[in-house]
């Protein structure tokens, strides 16, 4: 279109070109024949890592985009960054608020009415569903597929099995097999819907046995999709945190004492292991501060940790293990997250 800008170092930006045939031979050639520099944008997971990684022979970087972290979310907002006093906490403590109700999705920030949350989240699931399932895949069941959409989503930072999902289908006359139902949840993983947490553990018989977590890309889009609302700011707190993790590593994992206890996650290597609760107030509620730092404790001592961490929204303290001199450190979110 233009020659005479043959010779000149050019730009191109294309956008979802995952859906044009034989698009990985035409970079290559522009690649190859112009000075230039290629940018490809795309929502699938398989056009980010495995397609470009086998078509381009390793001459990529990518970059994986997620719904604004807390920090962009103060960003977009003119709020501050930082705590540097009272009044900047303050500002933060209540963006934080907002960003529990809102999430980190940009275009949910400009819906004239709080009203249309909810249709928008729900509208934005089905045209992931449509576009970058249904139609990249051709899948043979879109009634079922739908529904263990909709099931994963109102299940977001629980365990889940594929047994049980197959036996709620059944219980709804949607039969899938358990091979259909792995297939199906790796689909809707490779659209950066949903993510999965396995239990850590080098055994892969012993992940692949035990119940896995699911987390949504957007807390406040599992939201709109959940009923229940009494453990919601729960749920929504530990997605956040999970996301927030995911952004800096591609291994999340949660972790199971021998005592039972379920901790939220485990990341890192051994030689750097962290240990990370989400509880969203620990109160004046003793069962629920025993039950949380006791979980900790539990792994610490397992996995011969010296600290490990309890994320809350807003509470605040240094817990010591008289016994063991083990510290857990209970850190408000909206600190933890601009910490990461």
Same mark, same amino acid.
């Given at each position: 279109?233009?020659?005479?800008?043959?010779?000149?170092?050019?730009?191109?930006?294309?956008? #979802?070109?995952?859906?044009?045939?034989?698009?990985?031979?035409?970079?290559?050639?522009?690649?190859?024949?112009?000075?230039?520099?290629?940018?490809?944008?795309?929502?699938? +997971?398989?056009?980010?890592?495995?397609? *470009?990684?086998?078509?381009? @022979?390793?001459?990529?970087?990518?970059?994986?985009?997620?719904?604004?972290?807390?920090? #962009?979310?103060?960003?977009?907002? !003119?709020?501050?960054?930082?705590?540097?006093?009272?009044? !900047?906490?303050? #500002?933060?403590?209540?963006?934080?608020?907002? $960003?529990?109700?809102? @999430?980190?999705?940009?275009?949910?920030?400009?819906?004239?009415?709080? %009203?249309? %949350?909810?249709?928008?989240?729900?509208?934005?699931?089905?045209?992931?569903?449509?576009?970058?399932?249904?139609?990249?895949?051709?899948?043979?069941?879109?009634?079922?597929?739908?529904?263990?959409?909709?099931?994963?989503?109102?299940?977001?930072?629980?365990?889940?099995?594929?047994?049980?999902?197959?036996?709620?289908? +059944? @219980?709804?006359?949607?039969?899938?097999?358990?091979?259909?139902?792995?297939?199906?949840?790796?689909?809707?993983?490779?659209?950066?819907?949903?993510?999965?947490?396995?239990?850590?553990?080098?055994?892969?018989?012993?992940? +692949?046995?035990?119940?896995?977590?699911? $987390?949504?890309?957007?807390? +406040?889009?599992?939201?709109?999709?959940?009923? %229940?609302?009494?453990?919601?700011?729960?749920?929504?707190?530990?997605?956040? *945190?999970?996301?927030?993790?995911?952004?800096?590593?591609?291994?999340?994992?949660?972790?199971?004492?021998?005592?039972?206890?379920?901790?939220?996650?485990?990341?890192?290597?051994?030689?750097?292991?962290?240990?990370?609760?989400?509880?969203?107030?620990?109160?004046?509620?003793?069962?629920?501060?025993?039950?949380?730092?006791? %979980?900790?404790?539990?792994?610490?001592?397992?996995?011969?940790?010296?600290?490990?961490?309890?994320?809350?929204? $807003?509470?605040? #303290?240094?817990?010591?293990?008289?016994?063991?001199?083990?510290? *857990?450190?209970?850190?408000?979110?909206?600190?933890?997250?601009?910490?990461?």
């Amino acid at each position: 279109m233009y020659p005479e800008k043959h010779g000149q170092r050019t730009y191109f930006f294309f956008d #979802e070109l995952q859906y044009v045939n034989q698009w990985a031979q035409f970079i290559n050639r522009i690649q190859t024949t112009e000075n230039c520099e290629v940018y490809i944008t795309g929502s699938s +997971a398989k056009l980010l890592s495995k397609e *470009i990684a086998t078509e381009l @022979g390793g001459r990529t970087c990518t970059w994986e985009m997620f719904p604004f972290s807390f920090r #962009e979310f103060l960003r977009a907002n !003119s709020k501050p960054e930082s705590i540097s006093d009272i009044s !900047s906490r303050d #500002e933060i403590i209540g963006a934080f608020g907002d $960003y529990v109700t809102k @999430g980190g999705m940009p275009e949910r920030l400009l819906l004239p009415r709080e %009203a249309m %949350a909810a249709l928008y989240f729900q509208n934005l699931v089905n045209d992931v569903f449509t576009r970058d399932i249904m139609l990249r895949y051709n899948t043979q069941h879109p009634v079922q597929l739908k529904r263990l959409v909709q099931m994963l989503m109102t299940s977001c930072s629980r365990l889940f099995s594929v047994n049980k999902l197959k036996q709620r289908l +059944a @219980g709804e006359r949607n039969k899938l097999s358990h091979e259909l139902i792995r297939d199906y949840i790796d689909k809707i993983i490779d659209c950066y819907l949903l993510f999965t947490v396995p239990i850590r553990s080098y055994n892969t018989a012993v992940q +692949a046995v035990n119940p896995k977590k699911v $987390y949504c890309v957007d807390h +406040a889009m599992a939201q709109a999709f959940s009923r %229940a609302t009494s453990d919601n700011n729960r749920f929504a707190l530990e997605n956040m *945190i999970f996301v927030e993790l995911r952004r800096t590593m591609e291994h999340v994992y949660y972790y199971k004492t021998a005592h039972g206890d379920e901790i939220d996650f485990a990341v890192g290597p051994d030689s750097d292991l962290r240990l990370i609760q989400v509880c969203w107030e620990l109160g004046g509620q003793e069962k629920t501060r025993d039950r949380e730092i006791g %979980a900790l404790l539990n792994g610490m001592k397992e996995l011969e940790l010296q600290e490990s961490w309890l994320v809350t929204a $807003y509470e605040e #303290e240094e817990v010591k293990d008289e016994k063991t001199g083990r510290m *857990i450190h209970v850190v408000p979110a909206y600190k933890w997250l601009l910490q990461t």
